[in-house]
C-alpha cells in the first residue's frame, strides 16, 4: 500500500521568496508522483507530475518538484512566489496502473504581502 | 469545454435520507472515481471505476455505493446518510492506466459539500 506524508500542514512566506512544500512518499512498487493545487472553492489542478525519465520535473506557474528515489522524496519548489500562490497544495502517489490515487493531507501555502 | 460536473455543490440533509450526488464528465475518459475531502486528511478515495461496469473500492468505501453504467456518469449514493459523512466530496476522471501511454492526469470536478444533520 502506498502513503503520503506532508509534514508541513502550514507555510507562511513573503511575497518573492523562494519557498519549499516538502513530500514524502512510501510504496512496495513503481509509482507516479503528483502535486495539485486548489484554490479556495475549487477543485484540484495539476501541477506537474513524474512518471518517468528526467528527475527534476518542471509544471505551471513557475513550479517545479524533484523526485529523489533514495530519499522517498519529491518536494515542490518555486524560487519566487506570488500573492496568487496562495492556496493548499496535495501531493499524490499512484501505483503504475494509475489506479489507486493516495493523497497527502495538503499544505496551505500563505504569500505575505 | 472539458469538464467533470457534479451536482448539486450544496447539499444539506438528515441522517438516513437516500441522496444521490451525479457526476458527468465530457471527455470519453474510462476512468472515473470519487474522493472526500477532510480537513488534515487530505483527499481519501471511495471507490473507482475502471470503465463500465467496473467498480472497485478505495480507501474508504463504508456506507458508500457507485455505479457505472454509462462511460461519462458515475454517481454517488448515500443509502443511508450519517453524520460522520459531512465533507466534500470529488469527482474526478482520466484517460485509462499509465500502459497505455495516456499520462494525463485526473480532471477534477469542482466538489459537493455534504452536510448531514
Known amino acids: 500500500a502506498q502513503s503520503v506524508t506532508q509534514l508541513d500542514s502550514q507555510v507562511p512566506v513573503f511575497e518573492e521568496a523562494p519557498v519549499e512544500l516538502r513530500c514524502n512518499y512510501s510504496s512496495s512498487v513503481s509509482v507516479y508522483l503528483f502535486w495539485y493545487v486548489q484554490y479556495p472553492n475549487q477543485g484540484l489542478q495539476l501541477l506537474l507530475k513524474?512518471?518517468?525519465?528526467?528527475?527534476l520535473v518542471k509544471g505551471i506557474n513557475g513550479f517545479e518538484a524533484e523526485f529523489n528515489k533514495s530519499q522517498t522524496s519529491f518536494h515542490l519548489r518555486k524560487p519566487s512566489v506570488h500573492i496568487s500562490d496562495t492556496a493548499e497544495y496535495f501531493c499524490?502517489?499512484?501505483?503504475?496502473?494509475?489506479?489507486?490515487?493516495?493523497f497527502g493531507p495538503g499544505t496551505r501555502l500563505s504569500v505575505l504581502p | 469545454e472539458a469538464q467533470v460536473t457534479q451536482n448539486p455543490r450544496y447539499l444539506i440533509t438528515v441522517t438516513g435520507k437516500k441522496l444521490t450526488v451525479t457526476c458527468s464528465q465530457n471527455m470519453n475518459h474510462e476512468y472515473m472515481s470519487w474522493y472526500r475531502q477532510d480537513p488534515g486528511l487530505g483527499l481519501r478515495q471511495i471507490y473507482y471505476s475502471m470503465n463500465v461496469e467496473v467498480t472497485d473500492k478505495g480507501d474508504v468505501p463504508e456506507g458508500y455505493k457507485v455505479s457505472r453504467k454509462e462511460k461519462r456518469n458515475f454517481p454517488l449514493i448515500l443509502e443511508s446518510p450519517s453524520p460522520n459523512q459531512t465533507s466534500l466530496y470529488f469527482c474526478?476522471?482520466?484517460?485509462?492506466?499509465?500502459?497505455?501511454?495516456?499520462?494525463?492526469?485526473?480532471?477534477f470536478g469542482d466538489g459537493t459539500r455534504l452536510s448531514i444533520l
Open positions: 474526478a476522471s482520466s484517460p485509462n492506466g499509465f500502459q497505455s501511454g495516456q499520462n494525463q492526469p485526473q480532471h
Open positions: 499524490a502517489v499512484s501505483d503504475n496502473y494509475g489506479q489507486n490515487f493516495v
Open positions: 513524474y512518471l518517468s525519465g528526467s528527475t
